[in-house]
Every structure is written in structure tokens, then in C-alpha cells.
């Protein structure tokens, strides 16, 4: 293996969210690569991915993000050295019916984690997963850096834009003035794809329910132009983050702050382009148009990620190329459509991605 992957085998890993789609994408990862996790996150169902997937993890703690006692019983008992944070809302569905809980657990979540974790000297580096949508939305070509303004309108962007504030308050008030043994940074990533996504209020699992069950998509804007990844790569490049952070702890904080994780060109596809690649993977093309879509809030049309700092500071690369990504996703399901086991699909992704990177 390579340096950076030797990194992990042994090391004290907190990760929260550890049963979500992302979150188990990162358990099995963090096995293969020989860390030791602890993971929280609300309680388990036992037909989610994570079941499925087989994944295992040395503690496992279900909770609320937002129960700060609960939370902190977890994190203390198990003393991490490495802080890795995806247990948020994760998509705009639910900010006209939900936004109080949106807005308590991925603003009060952060606030939570920060909180317990500056008082603890095992901690050594902490990489909150916020999203792009914590941009304000110009509606431009040109691709947002890290420098961009900050902004959002409906309750889930303005959590992530919170998120954002909060992880640079204590980095500023706490991190680099009394606690310096501890990295800090927030990674803004962009949509990602992958099998053992269930959720289809977002594109990609809608649109593999539609074609394996020979139904054609209604899609609600076709032309907006989005961000669209490996959910292996974007993982990566967390990994990366979180270790360069490890690294330089105690002695260098210049590696703190904000980190744009988005795919190279070729992933910038208009929506209804990705319905076509994915439909032809099943023998199907095509794509209705919403008549009557909801517009409870203001989609952005063009969403662009400007992600040279994370390829600069950490070495990060794409590995594969969006067109690969969506036939991989679709032989994977029709894998798992004729009795192949998610868990074996699953750790052989992940064997062949880390041997990618070698």
C-alpha cells in the first residue's frame, strides 16, 4: 500500500453518520484500511445498506447527533484521534415540511461535536462534510473556490451554510488559540454516486428504480447543469484531508479550513444527460418532464466546484470518470437483481479502488 494508506491501519477513528449511504461507503474503507471506528448514528434499520453491506465497525452507538449527553458518553469513552462528521440531514427534500428538524441536527450536531471534541487532547483532526450547497447561488459558469460568498435561502442550505460559520468559529476561537494540537477543515462536496443509495428523492437511486422496474422518469428540470462524482473518490479525498490534518497538528495550521471536493469537467452534466446514460445501461432512454414541479425554494440551474486546492494541498485525483461511475452503479444493482451478495459487491469495489491508488 501506499503511504497514505498505511496511515490509517491502527488509528482511533470516530465516525458519526457510520450507517448512512456515505457513511458506510466510509466504515468499509476505514476497515479495509485497518482503523479502528467508532461509530454513531440513529438507530439502525436492518434492511438499510449498511446491513446489507456487511459493514463492522469496533463500537457502534445509535443516537441522536443533537442529544449532546449521548453524544459526548460516545465520543469521551472512546478517546478518537481522528474525527470524520457525516451525520447531517443530507438533501434539500424536507425543507418545506421539516426545516426544524433540518436546521437543529446539522446546526446543533456541529455545535455538539466541536464542543466536546476542544476538550479533549486525543483529538487530532476533524474534517466536517458540510456541501456545495453553502454557496450562494449566482446562477454562473464560473465554479465556486473556497473564497466564494457564503449564502442560502431554504432551511437546509442555510444549515450548511451554519455549519460552515460554526466549524470556523471554534477553529479560530478554540483550535488555533488554545487547543493548536488539533487540525480542523470542513469539506464541501458535490452530488455523489454509488450503489446502496436508497433515498429517491435524490437523481441517481430515482432513476435506477425507474429503469429496473420499466418506468419512465419525470424529471423536474433537465437542463440544470450539476456536479456528479464517485462516492469512493469524494471519500478519498476526505481520507487525504483528514490525514494531512493528523499530520500537521501541533505545529501548523495553515492546513485548516474550508476544502472543494467536485468532479474534473467531464462530471459537470445536465440532468437530463445523466437520465440518458443511466437509461441506456438498462436498454432505456428517455425522460418525461414535471408539468406541475413543486418550487418550494430556488434550485440553482448551474452548480460548479472549483476543487484545485484539494488536488494542490493533498495530492487528490479523480479516478473515475463519470461515465464509468453510472455503469458501474448499474451493473452493481443488476448484480444484486440476480442474488449476488451487496456485501461482496461492496468489498470489492472498495479492494479494486484502494488498489487504484496505490
Not at 474525527?83 to 418545506?96: F, N, Y
Not at 422496474?213 to 483528514?242: C, E, K, S
Request: net charge negative; proline share 3%; glycine share 8%.
Amino acid at each position: 500500500m501506499s503511504s497514505h494508506l498505511n496511515f490509517w491501519q491502527g488509528k482511533k477513528v470516530l465516525l458519526t453518520g457510520h450507517t448512512g449511504f456515505k457513511g458506510t461507503w466510509m466504515s468499509l474503507m476505514l476497515e479495509a484500511l485497518g482503523a479502528e471506528v467508532c461509530g454513531y448514528s440513529l438507530p439502525l434499520n436492518k434492511y438499510s445498506f449498511y446491513c446489507r453491506s456487511g459493514a463492522a465497525v469496533a463500537e457502534h452507538h445509535e443516537g441522536d447527533i443533537a442529544d449532546r449527553d449521548k453524544l459526548e458518553r460516545a465520543v469521551s469513552g472512546f478517546r478518537p484521534e481522528i474525527v470524520i462528521h457525516l451525520a447531517s440531514h443530507s438533501s434539500l427534500d424536507g425543507s418545506d415540511r421539516i426545516p426544524d428538524y433540518i436546521l437543529r441536527t446539522n446546526i446543533m450536531g456541529v455545535v455538539n461535536l466541536l464542543d466536546i471534541c476542544r476538550n479533549l487532547e486525543c483529538v487530532r483532526s476533524i474534517v466536517i462534510v458540510t456541501s456545495d450547497k453553502c454557496y450562494r447561488n449566482m446562477e454562473s459558469e464560473e465554479p465556486y473556490g473556497e473564497q466564494c460568498e457564503l449564502g442560502g435561502e431554504d432551511p437546509y442550505s442555510v444549515s450548511k451554510v451554519c455549519q460552515e460559520l460554526i466549524t470556523n468559529c471554534y477553529q479560530k476561537t478554540f483550535f488555533e488559540q488554545g487547543n493548536v494540537h488539533t487540525g480542523i477543515a470542513t469539506a464541501r462536496a458535490s452530488n455523489v454516486i454509488g450503489m446502496g443509495d436508497y433515498n429517491i428523492t435524490r437523481l441517481m437511486p430515482y432513476l435506477l428504480d425507474c429503469y429496473i422496474n420499466g418506468r419512465l422518469p419525470r424529471i423536474r428540470n433537465p437542463y440544470a447543469v450539476r456536479p456528479w462524482q464517485y462516492v469512493l473518490d469524494v471519500l478519498y479525498g476526505y481520507l487525504l484531508l483528514a490525514e494531512k490534518l493528523y499530520c500537521s497538528s501541533g505545529h501548523d495550521a495553515r492546513f485548516n479550513g474550508p476544502y472543494n471536493f467536485g468532479p474534473d469537467e467531464d462530471g459537470f452534466v445536465r440532468v437530463g444527460e445523466v437520465c440518458d446514460m443511466v437509461g441506456r445501461c438498462f436498454g432505456r432512454e428517455g425522460y418525461e418532464i414535471q408539468d406541475e414541479a413543486r418550487h418550494i425554494y430556488r434550485e440553482t440551474d448551474i452548480l460548479k466546484l472549483d476543487s484545485s486546492k484539494a488536488k494542490k494541498v493533498l495530492g487528490w485525483r479523480i479516478q473515475k470518470n463519470l461515465k464509468d461511475v453510472i455503469a458501474l452503479t448499474a451493473d452493481c444493482v443488476k448484480q444484486e437483481q440476480r442474488g449476488i451478495a451487496t456485501s461482496a459487491i461492496c468489498r470489492e469495489q472498495v479492494r479494486a479502488y484502494l488498489e487504484g491508488v496505490r
